[in-house]
């Protein structure tokens, strides 16, 4: 079976060289693909048009926007004219409109590309044959689908688009199960051991609590937000499962392996914990 590459699709060729391809992905502070999800405007404007000490395009060149989803698997999401240049550095430098000929492929077409280059904005000309088409989705992507309970490590952003999204698949695994679960503070190693049980709603409407406020009634996270700011919990905590169980076990098993974690973490003495 051939490989359908994505100029075969859009047939970009006829705007000539002056078609740009950025690539977007994991900086060490941001993920754009969370950032795409809680709000694509900021991945099709912000994260596409940045530009630091290299001038990535010029006023009438197409700008493709790529996120990494994993490995080589890209996910288009906007094709943009650009119309304006404000000549600046580390910000946004460009304006543009978006080529409403292509619209049906955003958010929805994922290509397989081996980027093997550190530049993060390249010549579509050159590297074009390299785009084959992996998949158009019926819809738009909104994200990887529960991994499993023992796979399960998420960002505050992560979780937040999650549980803000309703996203099925995840909802259907996290709303009826009791669970001990650990929440890593990955600046400084802290960590914390909490139970989500029947009488606290289960692992979703728990979780739901450390989306809303980040402490979820922890008086030590509580002065972790007082002292650094909730920005800091959005920035540095990631949640994940240490034991899941389902709703028929009783409550005080859960308890109690959630105490055994805690002593055996040390996340009383060096952790979050504070009982």
């Not at 992560?158 to 549980?163: A, C, K, S, T």
Request: with cysteine; charged share 25%; aromatic share 14%.
């Amino acid at each position: 079976m051939n490989e359908i590459l994505l100029e075969d699709i859009l047939q970009l060729n006829k705007y000539g060289n002056r078609v740009k391809v950025r690539f977007n992905q994991y900086n060490g502070y941001d993920d754009p693909m969370e950032v795409y999800k809680a709000n694509p405007d900021k991945v099709n404007n912000q994260w596409l048009f940045w530009r630091t000490n290299v001038r990535n395009f010029c006023v009438g060149d197409i700008a493709i926007c790529l996120l990494k989803i994993a490995n080589d698997k890209w996910l288009l999401t906007t094709i943009k004219r650009v119309t304006k240049e404000f000549y600046v550095k580390n910000g946004i430098n460009y304006d543009g409109k978006e080529l409403e000929e292509f619209k049906q492929y955003y958010g929805r077409t994922i290509i397989t590309y081996h980027k093997d280059h550190q530049a993060q904005c390249c010549n579509y000309e050159r590297i074009q044959s390299k785009f084959v088409v992996n998949q158009i989705l019926p819809d738009v992507f909104d994200g990887a689908d529960f991994p499993g309970y023992d796979k399960v490590r998420l960002s505050y952003l992560q979780l937040h688009n999650i549980i803000t999204t309703h996203k099925k698949d995840w909802v259907a695994a996290l709303e009826n199960q009791k669970a001990v679960y650990l929440i890593t503070d990955i600046n400084n190693g802290k960590l914390y051991v909490g139970s989500a049980t029947s009488d606290n709603g289960m692992l979703l409407a728990r979780w739901n609590t450390y989306v809303n406020n980040g402490h979820g009634g922890n008086v030590r996270l509580q002065e972790v937000i007082e002292k650094e700011g909730f920005e800091y919990i959005q920035k540095y905590f990631q949640y994940s499962i240490l034991e899941n169980y389902n709703a028929k076990i009783d409550d005080k098993v859960v308890i109690n392996r959630e105490s055994w974690w805690k002593e055996t973490l040390g996340s009383r003495v060096f952790g979050y914990n504070k009982n």
